[in-house]
């Protein structure tokens, strides 16, 4: 009877103890260790001005993966950078900007949800971080992201103030003169470019 006991009791500390791998990390410890050691997803980002080759943050799991998700679906295709402010930023992703009569709602659009913050102390806003725009605070005061919507920094001085506001997920890793080339077009009152800037495709780029 003792033995029936001892049994029970130890497959009760076993299953206790079930959240921890065998080196003794916690599940959660062992999935962020795995996002920092598997390759980064890399995409190619065609836009009508050239070219960007661009790279996603394992240490911003959310954000990654809402974003493989929406290029997997070929969300971005045809879709344009409908707010361009020289020295700041570029910013895109909106669905409405797919549509030349909903002008009057760019930057307004997304999928049905927000993407929670995640705001990691490494990574900042330097030329070429990629970052999710969101609602303001008053409004979000989670600073809860854009379910597709982001902005790429032109100039890191202007931006820096943004650090630990906005979640940043990814940089450009080739072609800062693509964000050069967007970022000098001739834009309206409301920084809209005054001629199309387009996301032609965001096409994955297979890891060799």
């Not at 790279?55 to 959310?62: D, F, G, I, S």
């Not at 344009?80 to 030349?100: A, L």
């Not at 202007?158 to 077009?185: M, P, R, W």
Request: hydrophobic share 35%.
């Amino acid at each position: 009877m003792k033995r029936i006991v001892l049994i029970i009791a130890a497959a009760m500390m076993i299953a206790s103890c079930a959240c921890r791998n065998e080196s003794g990390q916690s599940a959660e410890t062992s999935t962020e260790m795995e996002n920092t050691v598997m390759a980064e997803p890399e995409f190619e980002m065609v836009t009508s001005l050239g070219t960007m080759k661009i790279k996603l943050y394992n240490m911003t799991p959310k954000h990654r993966d809402n974003f493989v998700k929406l290029v997997k679906e070929n969300y971005y295709d045809g879709l344009r950078f409908h707010r361009v402010i020289e020295g700041f930023m570029i910013q895109g992703g909106d669905p409405y900007s797919r549509d030349t009569t909903k002008v009057d709602l760019w930057g307004q659009g997304g999928p049905d949800y927000t993407v929670p913050a995640e705001f990691v102390s490494q990574y900042w806003h330097k030329k070429g971080a990629i970052a999710a725009a969101r609602k303001g605070d008053r409004a979000n005061p989670t600073k809860a992201s854009s379910g597709s919507q982001f902005y790429i920094v032109h100039d890191e001085n202007a931006c820096l103030h943004l650090d630990g506001e906005y979640s940043i997920f990814g940089e450009v890793t080739e072609g800062l003169d693509v964000i050069d080339k967007i970022a000098t077009v001739p834009t309206d009152y409301y920084d809209r470019p005054l001629e199309d800037v387009m996301i032609i495709s965001i096409k994955p780029i297979d890891a060799e």
